[in-house]
Structures are given as C-alpha cells and as structure tokens.
C-alpha cells in the first residue's frame, strides 16, 4: 500500500472529486436531448468543452501532488504555521447553505435567500442583528424582484405570493 503525505491525501481527495465531477458533466452531456436542426454548434459543445477541461486539469493537479508538489495555503509564506479551520464558521455557513432546498419552495425565494444571507454574514462576524437582517432582506428583495419583473424569470413566492 502507498503511503502519502498529509498534505497529499486532501490534495488527491480533491482532484478525484474534480476528476468526478468532469465525468459527471461529460456523461450527462452525452444523455442530453437535442433538439432537431440546432445546427452544428449545438447545446452539447460548451458542456462537452467544460467537462474535458475540468478532467484535464484534475490530471494534472493529481499528477503533480504525486510528484510532491502541494499546494501552499493562501497568505503563508514558507517556514510560516498554519492556522487551524474554524469549524464553527464552517458550520454555520454549512447550516445556513443547507436550509434553503428546505425553504425555497414552502417559505419562497426571499425568505430562504434571507436566512442564507443572514447566517453567512453572522458566521464571518456581522454583530449588529437588525442591520445584517435588513441588508439580507433588501438583497433577497433586490434579487427577486430583479429576475421576476426585468427578467421574466419565475422564483417561488412562497408565503409571499400576494404581497410581492
């Protein structure tokens, strides 16, 4: 069995998942329906170009960790010490980030927007309670109001619906 580095095991684990995900997006662009006389530049060239590229470099990424060249963390410089994550940052824009399948379509698009906003802006330190919680609900208003009426894109209104 191989032995590696710290350091070259996360670095490995994230290439494989790049590697994945351009298999991903290769393998759902080859099953795509395309429609009748799209023309030569079809649906199917910027998937197809995207996922080669995303396999290209997770190879070489892969390839150069196997070769001991890792990564160095943003703003460190060698001989420098690492600092330790801050999970609980972590978790609170994880928990923030994943309540919103949950409420994007039983509260609506401003309301989950808002409670996402809120959380990451309370995780990376917003103190002041009433001023994050008005800059996440204009933000979320501002998006949505955005796409609904100058982009005729529908986003769910959840409770909403006849007030916006």
């Known amino acids: 069995m191989i032995k590696f580095k710290k350091e070259a095991v ?3 684990a ?3 998942s790049l590697l994945l995900l351009g298999l991903i997006v290769l ?3 080859k099953r795509m329906v395309v429609p009748p ?3 030569s530049v079809g649906p199917q060239v910027f998937p197809t170009i995207i996922g ?3 396999i290209v470099v997770a190879l070489f990424l892969a390839f150069e960790v196997l070769r001991g060249n890792y990564g160095q963390p943003e703003g460190t410089e060698f001989g ?3 600092t330790k994550t801050d999970f609980k940052t972590l978790g609170t824009v994880s928990a923030s980030i994943l309540t919103y399948p949950f409420l994007i379509e039983s509260a609506g698009f401003v309301i989950a927007s ?3 906003f809120f959380g990451v802006g309370f995780a990376y330190g917003a ?3 009433i001023k994050n919680l008005l800059i996440a609900v204009v933000f979320a208003l501002v998006v949505y109001l955005t796409f609904t009426k100058f982009l005729s894109v529908e986003l769910p209104a959840g409770v909403l619906k006849g007030i916006l």
Do not use: C, H, N
Request: glycine share 16%; proline share 0%.
């Open 52 to 54: 080669t590229f995303i």
């Open 114 to 116: 808002t409670v996402v």
């Open 14 to 16: 994230f290439a494989g």
């Open 80 to 82: 420098e010490i690492k």
């Open 127 to 129: 103190r002041k309670l």
């Open 10 to 12: 996360g670095e490995l």
């Open 27 to 29: 393998f759902d662009t």
């Open 37 to 39: 006389g799209s023309g």
